[in-house]
């Protein structure tokens, strides 16, 4: 299998743009994590979905961060308007269950300026 | 609450030396608890987990963790380090009795081997 890829690996862009950060899950697994990591605050997880269901965006710091699985292939995370205290490396992870071990993506390094 | 500690923000060691990343945690119920590595501009990779059963869990490239209910602890271990085994570590644990939670990780050991 080809694991979780992510795109873009790198993202680069100016304070207020939009961003869209995407996933492609490994086939078959059935949860969907989003995380985001800083060497402040480490790995945090933002949301996960259960067959395509959001079930939990506590961890999502702002309104300003929004993420959408509308098919079992595919997932999006964006942030409208993005700010410099968004940069990160952002991962998404997928897994067959919640008890699995979950496969990570590479991540995409986020740059805001 | 669930929560997971990694006391050790670096562990050094010279290659051929058993290593120990340590890692205690703290749930409510029954544990899962689980160790990733992750090499630089990597995603985290999956080396071992404990579910139930023997204390002692053997994972990916000769690492092994003992599950430790008494001193609630899950310390990685490797009996002769490899120079390529540097790369940071973390432990993660959910409560295995909830299904709605998910995994929370540690803050991450940064293991260095040198030759």
């Known amino acids: 299998d080809a694991g979780v890829i992510q795109s873009p690996r790198h993202e680069v862009t100016e304070m207020g743009q939009e961003v869209t950060l995407r996933c492609k899950p490994i086939?078959?697994?059935?949860?969907l994590f989003w995380y985001r990591q800083t060497m402040m605050r480490g790995l945090e997880l933002l949301i996960y979905?259960?067959?395509?269901?959001?079930?939990?965006d506590s961890g999502m710091p702002e309104d300003r961060f929004s993420a959408k699985m509308p098919n079992a292939s595919f997932s999006t995370l964006k942030i409208q308007p993005s700010e410099p205290r968004d940069s990160a490396v952002y991962f998404c992870?997928?897994?067959?269950?919640?008890?699995?071990?979950?496969?990570f993506g590479d991540g995409t390094r986020l740059s805001i300026l | 609450a669930q929560s997971v500690a990694q006391p050790e923000d670096q562990v050094n060691v010279a290659e051929g030396n058993p290593l120990t990343v340590k890692c205690t945690y703290s749930?409510?119920?029954?544990?899962?608890l689980f160790w990733y590595v992750q090499y630089p501009n990597r995603g985290l990779q999956f080396l071992l987990k404990?579910?139930?059963?023997?204390?002692l869990v053997k994972g990916s490239y000769g690492f092994e963790a003992e599950f430790n209910k008494s001193q609630t602890s899950f310390h990685l271990k490797k009996p002769s380090a490899l120079v390529s085994d540097s790369a940071l570590y973390f432990c993660a644990v959910r409560e295995g009795d909830n299904a709605g939670n998910m995994l929370t990780f540690g803050g991450g050991t940064r293991l260095m081997v040198k030759p």
């Open positions: 749930v409510s119920g029954n544990p899962y």
């Open positions: 992870a997928s897994s067959l269950g919640p008890s699995k071990p979950q496969h």
């Open positions: 404990y579910i139930t059963g023997d204390n």
């Open positions: 086939s078959g697994h059935d949860y």
């Open positions: 979905f259960n067959n395509n269901v959001p079930i939990d």
